[in-house]
């Protein structure tokens, strides 16, 4: 789970769920980042209900109407109801188009053009780095934006195709780099440094506007 490490003085650990529904932990200066992640790991369930509750007071949800705006690849492109009676959700660089969008559909076609996008780049950075994954699966969820297993296998939200592409990056890396090193230590952000060396703003970008990828 990816969080805002904060180190102090203080004697005890602490999280808070900010207003970017993102997790940010409050930790003494000496306490190792593996006792950190297993206090995370032992609040998971915490975490996850804070943070649903955050987001749903973030936004309102779209009503999938005419002229309504919707995120794609980090711009917004208004919904136009079409007259002819396809279900089916187009996109011509302009607009979206669609006589009956809804959530479903706007999921389905999300979807599509994130797999169609992010895993070609999965693939680049993994062979350009040698890092070997096993599965890849594509979900929507409330709270990862992605996770590698013990075993290396790689989920990704595919609401991120909602984000500029370096955000999808960012993310694709982060997880990639989890293949070497299984934590959030030192080694660890200098290895997702040395794949993209630009990465802090991405992840600062995500952590202020993430909220909004998920409002659908």
């Known amino acids: 789970m990816d969080y805002q490490l904060i180190r102090s003085k203080r004697k005890t650990l602490s999280l808070q769920i900010n207003n970017n529904a993102e997790l940010v932990v409050r930790a003494p200066n000496r306490l190792s980042v593996k006792r950190i992640e297993q ?23 779209p009503d999938y109407k005419q002229g309504e705006a919707f995120l794609y690849l980090g711009n ?4 136009n109801i079409s007259l002819d009676q396809s ?3 187009d996109f011509n660089g302009v607009n979206f188009e669609s006589s009956a969008a809804n959530k479903a559909i706007f999921l389905e076609w999300y979807k599509a053009k994130f797999r169609e996008i992010a895993l ?8 350009e780095h040698q890092l070997a ?16 297993s013990g075993v290396n296998n790689i ?21 990639l780099a989890h293949i070497k090193h299984k934590n959030h230590s030192k080694d660890f952000w200098n290895f997702v440094a040395h794949m993209l060396p630009n990465y802090k703003a991405s992840k600062r970008w995500l ?10």
């Open 39 to 61: 206090f995370i790991d032992e609040k998971s369930t915490w975490i996850d209900l804070k943070m649903r509750a955050r987001s749903n007071q973030q936004l309102t949800k």
């Open 155 to 175: 989920n990704l939200n595919y609401l991120l195709v909602r984000a500029p592409i370096a955000i999808i990056d960012y993310v694709i890396v982060h997880e």
């Open 76 to 79: 917004t492109y208004p919904l």
């Open 207 to 216: 952590q202020d506007n993430g909220h909004k990828l998920k409002n659908l």
């Open 120 to 127: 070609p780049r999965l693939n680049y950075y993994a062979q």
């Open 133 to 148: 994954y096993q599965q890849v699966r594509l979900k929507s969820q409330k709270t990862l934006w992605g996770s590698c």
């Open 87 to 89: 279900t089916k959700l």
